[in-house]
T-cell receptor, first 113, second 112 residues
């Protein structure tokens, strides 16, 4: 158990819909990163939030957006869902004292039909 | 772009030693991570190397050569529970941000 929680655990959507995934970081962790992991692949970095602002972004289109709240919890929003968005979505948090060590949540498995 | 290469699959015997290699080609290199991921679970942090050399942590050790763009994860006294995917990830800096890039992972199968 890393202290990082995500909801929901599983989700089924259809093409064109919108989805919001949630992450609660470990206590004291002010940095949250989001990743997409397709089956048989490594996680792909989507973006990172630090103190409620985006602090780095991977190669994902603008329909992937996020938020971080004052309590450091975070949301990942995906608009206009496509079939290829089906994946495991992971969030990871880190503390200011140990920025390199990321603690991953259990993930949300999204299926787009 | 970043390029990270690691073997897709390896097998080893319980009690043995296995070395999982990772090569990378990146710009703005800051450090290299190794993570363990059991099937259906989230990755868990194993090591983070910034400087050249070997770092040992119990049964697991990680080595880095920045000049060669090469790292390995060494697992000793293998146990059945070590069967998992091992992910190599490079941390690079760009425009004031730190971007982690993961390899596809090496699936390690430990058999009796």
């Amino acid at each position: 158990e890393t202290g990082v929680t995500q909801s929901p655990t599983h989700l089924i959507k259809t093409r064109g819909q919108q989805v919001t995934l949630r992450c609660s970081s470990q206590s004291g962790h002010n940095t949250v990163s989001w990743y997409q992991q397709a089956l048989g692949q490594g996680p792909q970095f989507i973006f990172q939030y630090y103190r409620e602002e985006e602090n780095g972004r991977g190669n994902f289109p603008p329909r992937f957006s996020g938020l971080q709240f004052p309590n450091y919890s975070s949301e990942l929003n995906v608009n206009a869902l496509e079939l290829d968005d089906s994946a495991l979505y992971l969030c990871a948090s880190s503390s200011p004292r140990d920025e390199e060590t990321q603690y991953f949540g259990p993930g949300t498995r999204l299926l787009v039909l | 772009g970043q390029n990270i290469d690691q073997p897709t699959e390896m097998t080893a015997t319980e009690g043995a030693i296995v070395q999982i290699n990772c090569t990378y080609q990146t710009s703005g290199f800051n450090g290299l991570f190794w993570y363990q991921q059991h099937a259906g679970e989230a990755p868990t942090f194993l090591s983070y190397n910034v400087l050249d050399g070997l770092e040992e942590k119990g049964r697991f050790s990680s080595f880095l050569s920045r000049s060669k763009g090469y790292s390995y994860l060494l697992l000793k006294e293998l146990q059945m529970k070590d069967s998992a995917s091992y992910l190599c990830a490079v941390l690079t800096s760009s425009g004031g941000s730190y971007i982690p890039t993961f390899g596809r992972g090496t699936s390690l199968i430990v058999h009796p």
